[in-house]
């Protein structure tokens, strides 16, 4: 994620790059597309600090996933300790369990990455 603030390297460039690295072994991993969906979705709003609003290729859902969740952590910031709990919240308290949205939006969220009001 800092190669996009540092560099200036383009979010969809830096996803594949990074997951690359962190998943050498193993190429379905590095396309994960839920995880991928989710960070695009926060960088294409402006969600993401030092990452230019833009239009980054996503799953609408998973996008609308990543956005509700940034949503309740601004009014509960302790869902980042609780992956699960936060996901129920994001689904309106359904049982099902998350795909790596929830990963990159606590992982942003815990790195001080995530906008917390309209300002940079």
């Not at 996803?15 to 695009?40: K, N």
């Not at 402006?46 to 969740?69: H, M, Q, T, W």
Request: aromatic share 8%.
């Amino acid at each position: 994620m800092r190669r996009v603030v540092a560099d200036g390297v383009n979010p969809e460039s830096t996803w594949a790059e990074v997951a690359a690295e962190l998943y050498s072994d193993s190429p379905a991993l590095q396309m994960h597309g839920s995880a991928c969906s989710t960070f695009l979705g926060l960088c294409s709003e402006g969600f993401v600090i030092g990452v230019p609003a833009g239009n980054y290729e996503c799953s609408l859902r998973d996008k609308n996933f990543g956005l509700e969740a940034v949503r309740l952590l601004r009014e509960e910031p302790s869902l980042v300790f609780d992956q699960d709990a936060l996901w129920r919240h994001v689904l309106g308290g359904r049982v099902v369990r998350h795909n790596a949205q929830m990963d990159v939006v606590c992982t942003l969220f815990r790195a001080d990455l995530i906008k917390l009001d309209d300002e940079e």
